[in-house]
């Protein structure tokens, strides 16, 4: 099929070079001239695994191309792909903005029936404006339908999570758009794939994100218990998790979720409730929870250095999460400038995403950009792990005990064992298990 996908971010990007791998030609746009001529010459212009290969490959075989030209994508193409961003207002609700200029560009370029498919996360009854605002705009002779497909990959692993999809959602309300759908995904996946209306696929991801980001508060407030208890909250996730109910995934006690969906996913379905009248008193628990987690760290960090001001504190990790360079909605954002400005000296490290804390915090006497975890470590009184990276998991704990000023450790990840820690010789706090502290001579509570 011949595929126009408006947006080549994180989500469009991926979802370009994907269905351009499974054959379809895809031309992709974006308002971004410099992402643009770099996705052109095959550069990749975010960090996720086996993105770069696939891009190239698709290049050389003439079957993607991108361009800032909305026309190039619409004309020919039999369904055109949302794929904008939807940020966060001021208010919590999503800002449609980007969707609501893509609709009206393609309504003045409509050529012939276009399906137009949402797979930029909006609030239910999105599709609705779509409609109405490209029936408005290009008149009632042109046929278009608007569906939705939501999007479920994962930063980090969001090829192979394209690739290999759990499940596809189709929502649409003709049947020349399911068709059209179908058509697309049925000869390539063998997973279940749900047609429904077009509502109901647009909350379905809403309420996926939702879930996600309560099984994750929920963890994290039994991690606090974990602590109070002495019990190691690790072992009570593993434990839960082999029930099927339940679920083993998402369930990683640390610092609570980031990123540019749960957070901002989350705070348009609380929106959509308040605005339609329903408590949702629950879900703004599980923002607040969240809200809280990086605190409890900063608290730990106190606990650990006593005063931070003059101390020198290497801090690993600046994306929201391992394998992804993406930082918005991460835990660095809040804890770099609050430990600068405690006085302390920070040493940053991160494998993928330093370039883009570096463009908001330039460096200075205080802030430096360290070419290694190792290198951040050097003569560090305390380091900081924010990041769950394998690199950081992989670390020779002797050789980084040796060139720290003091062995100590906050970890925010859960990276470690604390008898593993303890064992190599370092101080060692963590989130939702007994701290190694000076004074715990072995007595951590039980595992
Ligand atoms: N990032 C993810 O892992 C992920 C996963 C599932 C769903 N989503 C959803 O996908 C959507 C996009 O997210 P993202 O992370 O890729 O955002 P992003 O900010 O990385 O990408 C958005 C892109 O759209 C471009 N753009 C803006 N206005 C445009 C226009 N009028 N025409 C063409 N291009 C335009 C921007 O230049 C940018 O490159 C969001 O709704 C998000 O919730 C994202």
């Not at 329903?278 to 628990?285: A, C, H, N, Y």
Request: charge should be negative; hydrophobic fraction near 45%.
């Amino acid at each position: 099929m011949r595929l126009g996908i408006f947006g080549t971010g994180y989500a469009g990007l991926v979802t370009s070079v994907c269905l351009a791998q499974l054959g379809h030609t895809v031309t992709a746009m974006d308002t971004d001239a410099g992402i643009v001529a770099r996705l052109s010459q095959g550069l990749v212009t975010i960090h996720e695994p086996g993105l770069a290969e696939l891009l190239g490959a698709n290049l050389d075989a003439g079957r993607i191309r991108f361009t800032t030209r909305a026309e190039e994508a619409i004309a020919g193409s039999d369904i055109i792909f949302v794929c904008v961003g939807t940020p966060p207002r001021s208010d919590g609700r999503a800002d449609l903005c980007q969707v609501e200029e893509v609709a009206r560009t393609i309504a003045q370029q409509l050529d012939g029936y276009k399906l137009i498919v949402e797979k930029s996360t909006v609030p239910a009854r999105t599709a609705r404006w779509i409609t109405w605002t490209i029936r408005r705009l290009a008149g009632p002779e042109h046929e278009f339908d608007v569906a939705s497909n939501p999007e479920f990959l994962r930063e980090g692993s969001a090829v192979h999570d394209f690739m290999r999809p759990d499940r596809i959602v189709i929502g649409a309300d003709s049947q020349r758009a399911r068709s059209l759908l179908l058509d697309l995904y049925k000869p390539s996946f063998e997973c279940p794939i749900v047609v429904t209306s077009v509502t109901t696929a647009e909350f379905i991801k809403q309420t996926a994100n939702a879930f996600l980001a309560a099984k994750i508060s929920f963890i994290n407030v039994m991690s606090d218990l974990c602590e109070a208890l002495g019990v190691d909250v690790r072992t009570v996730a593993q434990s839960i998790g082999m029930d099927p109910r339940i679920g083993a995934d998402f369930l990683n006690a640390g610092l609570g979720f980031g990123g540019a969906c749960l957070p901002k996913d989350l705070s348009a379905l609380i929106s959509v409730a308040e605005e339609n009248g329903v408590d949702i008193r629950m879900l703004q628990e599980v923002e607040r929870i969240n809200s809280a987690r990086v605190d409890r760290l900063l608290t730990k960090i106190e606990r650990a250095l006593w005063i931070v001001r003059h101390k020198v504190v290497a801090v690993l990790g600046v994306s929201f999460k391992g394998n992804t360079d993406d930082i918005r909605g991460a835990p660095s954002l809040t804890v770099v400038p609050r430990l600068h400005d405690a006085g302390a000296s920070l040493r940053i490290y991160d494998p993928a995403a330093m370039p883009k804390l570096q463009a908001m915090y330039p460096p200075d006497d205080r802030l430096v950009y360290a070419e290694s975890a190792m290198d951040a470590a050097r003569d560090a009184n305390a380091l900081v792990i924010l990041t769950d990276w394998e690199e950081f998991r992989r670390l020779d704990l002797d050789r980084l005990r040796s060139v720290m000023r003091s062995p100590i450790i906050i970890d925010g990840r859960n990276l470690f064992r604390p008898a593993q820690l303890e064992a190599a010789g370092f101080e060692y706090y963590s989130l939702g298990r007994g701290d190694v502290t000076p004074g715990s001579n072995g007595h951590r509570g039980s595992t």
